[in-house]
């Protein structure tokens, strides 16, 4: 609870004071306060349909409520916005899924940057810490310093990672892993790859392939593909979402450095054009800076 605390405090305080400072130069609520409401819920991401649609729902609200005072206003906001992502997605499954026989797979999409290869190793020493045997699969063979960066990740964590040269091919790296993990027994498999969207047609094909090396030696596999997403790119996150969304089968989004942004809006906007569940947020750079989505505690996390 405590990460959550601190890895969202600039999103809260950027959200948060903005909303205080609104709260604190509007005695009443009255149309100039949604106004500006609606522009802040903009500024932050949540998209321009969502911020007029929240804006409308809580002007709505505070009328059957009597809401007079903005501060009547603030739980308003909250419980609206859980709703709002509640039913964006209906009796949802929000957990990571695992094999119910052999190696579990977790395959990792996203682009460059976007904190992949950190997720991963941070998942890796979680997943370690509960006793589970993990294994790390280099997928990324596009760059050198993606190899390197899984490696020494392994290192860090105490966790085989099987990797090959620049320019491999990826299935074949996966290959050798599912092998590896099928023959002495892991648990986990964690599986980086190449986010390339520049080239959506190979990405696809690419993707595609990786997943059919995985599911022939492992039919239920893999169990999750998720993509990881950096929270600070705000609307161009939501983009990248969609184009992956388009290209292969998303179980889940991981929203990465939630804790550098004033953004977090991007969390509804995300939910509620792709239906995608929020699996995990990452708060930070350390290893447990990496936390389950609950979007009680965002939504509290922001307006607090
Ligand atoms: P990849 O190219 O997708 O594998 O991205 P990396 O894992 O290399 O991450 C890119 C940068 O973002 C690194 O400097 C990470 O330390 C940083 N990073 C990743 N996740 C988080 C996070 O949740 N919070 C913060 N503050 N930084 C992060």
Do not use: C
């Not at 209906?90 to 190696?103: F, I, K, Y």
């Not at 990324?140 to 105490?158: H, N, P, V, Y």
Request: glycine letters at 8%.
């Amino acid at each position: 609870d405590d990460k959550y605390e601190e890895g969202l405090a600039k999103t809260r305080s950027s959200f948060g004071e903005r909303l205080n400072a609104l709260f604190a130069n509007f005695r009443t609520v009255d149309e100039n306060f949604f106004d500006d409401l609606e522009e802040m819920l903009i500024e932050a991401d949540v998209g321009y349909d969502m911020a007029v649609k929240l804006s409308d729902e809580l002007r709505e609200e505070a009328k059957l409520k009597n809401a007079k005072s903005s501060q009547d206003l603030a739980q308003v906001i909250v419980t609206k916005l859980v709703e709002l992502y509640a039913a964006a997605g209906v009796n949802e499954d929000n957990s990571l899924h695992e094999a119910t026989s052999g190696p579990t797979v977790y395959l990792f999409v996203g682009v460059n940057g976007a904190g992949k290869t950190t997720t991963i190793g941070k998942l890796a020493h979680q997943l370690e810490q509960t006793g589970k045997k993990v294994l790390l699969a280099a997928g990324d063979t596009f760059r050198a310093g993606a190899i390197e960066q899984l490696q020494e990740w392994g290192k860090r964590d105490g966790v085989p990672v099987v990797a090959s040269a620049v320019g491999a091919d990826p299935a074949a790296v996966v290959f050798d892993a599912v092998k590896k993990a099928k023959a002495e027994a892991f648990d986990i498999l964690l599986v980086d790859t190449a986010g390339r969207l520049q080239n959506k047609v190979n990405l696809m094909k690419e993707l595609d392939k990786i997943k059919r090396v995985i599911s022939r030696e492992l039919p239920e596999a893999p169990q999750e593909v998720l993509l990881v997403l950096d929270a600070t790119t705000g609307q161009n996150a939501l983009s990248q979402a969609k184009q992956f969304n388009e290209t292969t089968d998303i179980s889940g989004i991981v929203l990465t450095k939630l804790d550098g942004s004033g953004k977090g809006g991007i969390v509804l906007a995300i939910r509620n054009e792709l239906h995608v569940p929020v699996k995990l947020v990452g708060l930070g750079e350390g290893m447990d800076d990496l936390q389950p989505f609950v979007p009680e505690k965002f939504a509290y996390g922001l307006f607090q």
